[in-house]
């Protein structure tokens, strides 16, 4: 059992969802461009459709009611708020107006994620995150949508999965727009990100009444399969460390060091003394800018055993549980580890605000789809986030996600929603995973 103002949430991103990618002034972002590119997406899909959100909203928010959640976490998609001219396009706003409207008719709270990878292509072709101007782009993105959304949404996460933009998007380039950085140019544009998170929060913080504010990175844990204080540590360790084999875009602290400890690592320091950006004291100040939680996406962790007073990785045993996607082992644990490593380093609140299973679903014989996995994956990261809910300050959980929807360069071939969709119908199925949820949020309330 949550605390009775737990809050119990559905998480979902605007490309990933909406479809009509065409219409109302939108114009491409980089994942447009990038799904045209002949073998960038697995299935040869694209977000054209998708769940047709932008014109079924309606549906949605319904189905979040039946659920009774109290927040609803979506994304706002850049190219269709924000003109070519870098103008306000108001039919597009428009969009975002009317679900707000709707989700607040039914007491579900808006969480709205301002970035989730979606760069107009014509900020792109300006230079995306190299360009020392994106954060004054993304102030101004910031402020039309926070105002337009004046009184209706008080609660934005600025970024999504920074990891996931630098190191998917421009170091092994699965993701868009897939243009591989340098290391120099990798770091100065981490930092210019963190800026768009620091001018954005600054807006949000001067428009919008009584907000909240937070950005939302992934990690992926390190779990000591050895229960010792030593273990614990040197895992904790590990969990921060900036260097782990040149993965460094994909780690924790070069980004939430900043965030939240208003300074980089002292080895990033170290390790970039030759390519350092220009990074300032107001740079830093802007950075760190007080949040109220610590946002992260968890799906999965890694074992790791002490051999010779260091942490080393443990393989898993074959046949592990694992989701119908390659890096999605099944270790309810990381919901554990990862909250209390985060709590004690950063001393927020914190949102778990993806966590989900992709299945092989499909339609049985009676109408229904029977995803025993996820609710097993679901059951047993919630247990471990309601342990450790004892120990630290937990806020809310938020499942990845309401709908199977497009899974970037996987395509629309993996689910992860409670709800299934056909994507030649457009019709949504609820899964038995909807039902185990709606339950559980029942039960958590009484
Ligand atoms: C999230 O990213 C996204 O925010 C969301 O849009 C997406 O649909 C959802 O999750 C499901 O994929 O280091 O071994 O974990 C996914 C998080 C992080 C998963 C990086 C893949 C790389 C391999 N991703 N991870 S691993």
Redesign the pocket.
Known sequence: MFDKDFIFGA?T?AY?IEGYTNVDGRTDSIWDTFSRIEGKIDDGSDGTIACESYKKYKEDVKLLKELKVNGYRFSISWSRVINRNNKPNKKGINYYVKLAKELNKYNIKPYVTLY??DMPQWLEDKGGFLNDKISDYFEYYTDVITKALDGLVSDYITI??P??IM??GHNVCVHAPGTKYNDKDMIHAIHNLLLCHGKSVRVIRKNVKNSTVGF?P?S?PMIPTDKSEEAYRKCYDKYFELDRGGEYP?NVSIYSDPIFLGDYPKEYYVIFKDILPNITKEDLELISQPLDYIYQ?I??G?FYKIENNEAVMKKFPFGYPEGN????QVVPEALYYAPKYLYERYKKPIII??N?F?NNDLVSEDGKVHDAERIEYLKSYLKELERVSKEIEVKGYFV??LLD????H?GLR?R?GLVYVDYSTGERIKKDSFYFYKKLIKENKQ
């Open positions: 998480s991103a990933q989730h990878w999504n999965e990891q996931c190191h998917l939302a992934c992926r994909n996406n799906y999965s890694t996607i390659d890096w999605l605000s993806e989900g992709c990845w996600s929807n497009f899974e970037w996987n993996k992860f």
